[in-house]
């Protein structure tokens, strides 16, 4: 797995803090171990601010960052060694760890947080700390607060606003560096080879609980501590459901089956769809769909470069979308009156990407104002994913495409000069899936 060196967390840090200004101060917690049967959990995964601005994994944690202060700027809430703990669960920071490897200047238990949280906040004009994420967190942060407040007798300020962190933090985000463009790479070539293992090992007969385990088979294999979000495998009208997770039905000869997977490595993720028959051979009804939402995607891709603004992307592949559409007669036209009363969304309800990033729909605005969408700039990385999507009883849809679902989805990352297709190790044209559908021995 690809780590990033511990002075890549400290230099996040201080451009964040640069931008919080001196008289701040920001609180991260981080997410909640949760049950997922009597005594056994999922999987935790760290909150993914608290992450990016330390690396450290554990849960149970308080970040509190105090710029310009002259002694402990960086202070951590963290869990306390336990031998007994650690012989079940591994082994713990402790406070000793969280200054002498994750740059914490200072460091204290978590049980201390009540009585050593108000003291930090004092002082201080403004509170970064995102309100709404753990119920349980924004009761001990206000609880602080609050008690800060009930010293002005005494001579001490309160933070006189809260501030949500994410206009600062999640904007830069939204740029990768080129270490993290790097992990991001990784992450999705390990992706793209779980779909290409996929497409091998798709034969009617097959569940698709098996497509799932091949693809999340090699992300492991290739470096990933897990999916970077639940393996999405629907075949034939299942395909058709956009979030379908289920992945309980054997599939069968002449149908689609649509894969939406990606591995997450070193804490970033890849996002890829692909669509593919699983006989081997598209039907002539399924390539001309395919066709359809490939040429949309292409042309997508195609004008993705620095300035272009973001929602021009998704009226592109409307356009394409809904002209093909009105020309098979799945819609009525003229086309502009089809956009206009986005007659389109029966069949194509979701947008056409998202950023990328440490979270699959990652974080930054798509907007610099209200109604007016910011234009793509270099270090930015999104998705690229039309769709079309014809349920069983669509109405008014053509009998031969009713039970068709195709997504094709890419992961782009927006150059100097243009863009580079970082999933491009996943095959989509029509004639390379055919030859890889149904191959391995």
Not at 223 to 246: D, R
Not at 264 to 270: A, F, I, L, P, Q
Not at 373 to 399: H, I, K, N
Request: glycine share 10%; aromatic share 8%; net charge negative.
């Amino acid at each position: 797995m690809l780590e990033p060196a511990k002075d890549v967390f400290a230099d996040r840090r201080r451009r964040f803090m640069e931008r919080m200004g001196d008289r701040s101060v920001a609180v991260f917690c981080s997410a909640p171990e949760v049950v997922r049967s009597n005594d056994s959990h999922f999987d935790f995964r760290q909150n993914s601010d608290l992450w990016y601005l330390t690396g450290f994994e554990e849960p149970d944690t308080v970040l509190v960052l105090i710029p310009g202060h002259d002694k402990h700027p960086v202070v951590m809430f963290v869990r306390k060694r336990d031998k007994d703990r650690e012989v079940w669960d591994g082994p713990r920071a402790g406070v000793e760890g969280a200054k002498e490897r994750y740059g914490a200047n200072e460091a204290f238990l978590v049980e201390e947080l009540d009585a050593k949280l108000p003291e930090l906040l004092e002082g201080r004009d403004r509170l970064f700390y995102g309100l709404g994420l753990y119920a349980d967190r924004d009761r001990r942060v206000i609880h602080a607060l609050t008690r800060v407040r009930a010293s002005a007798r005494r001579g001490k300020r309160a933070p006189r606003e809260i501030v949500d962190p994410s206009y600062v933090l999640h904007e830069m985000r939204l740029f990768k560096t080129p270490a993290e463009v790097d992990t991001l790479r990784r992450a999705v070539e390990v992706s793209a080879d779980g779909h290409v293992r996929a497409m091998q090992t798709t034969r009617p007969g097959r569940g698709e609980w098996e497509l799932q385990a091949e693809v999340e088979y090699v992300f492991k294999r290739g470096g990933a501590k897990a999916p970077g979000y639940t393996t999405i495998v629907g075949s034939g009208a299942n395909a058709c459901i956009l979030h379908y997770v289920q992945n309980s039905r054997q599939m069968e000869a002449g149908e689609l089956v649509l894969v939406d997977a990606g591995a997450e490595v070193g804490y970033y993720t890849g996002d890829i769809t692909r669509t593919w028959p699983v006989s081997g051979t598209f039907t002539g009804p399924q390539r001309e769909i395919y066709d359809l939402v490939l040429r949309s995607q292409q042309e997508v891709i195609a004008m993705s470069k620095p300035g272009v603004p973001w929602t021009a992307l998704h009226e592109k592949a409307v356009e394409v979308l809904t002209q093909g559409m009105v020309d098979r007669g799945i819609l009525a036209g003229p086309v502009p009156k089809a956009i206009e009363e986005k007659t389109f969304r029966a069949w194509y309800m979701h947008s056409t990407g998202h950023w990328l990033g440490i979270d699959v729909h990652d974080v930054g605005s798509y907007y610099d104002a209200p109604e007016e969408a910011r234009t793509l700039q270099p270090g930015m990385v999104f998705t690229v994913e039309p769709g079309l999507y014809f349920a069983p009883d669509a109405p008014g849809v053509p009998e031969r495409y009713k039970g068709i679902g195709i997504r094709i989805e890419d992961d782009i990352l927006v150059t100097a000069t243009g863009h580079d297709v970082l999933s491009k190790g996943a095959p989509k044209e029509p004639h390379e899936i055919e030859a890889l559908v149904g191959t391995a021995v």
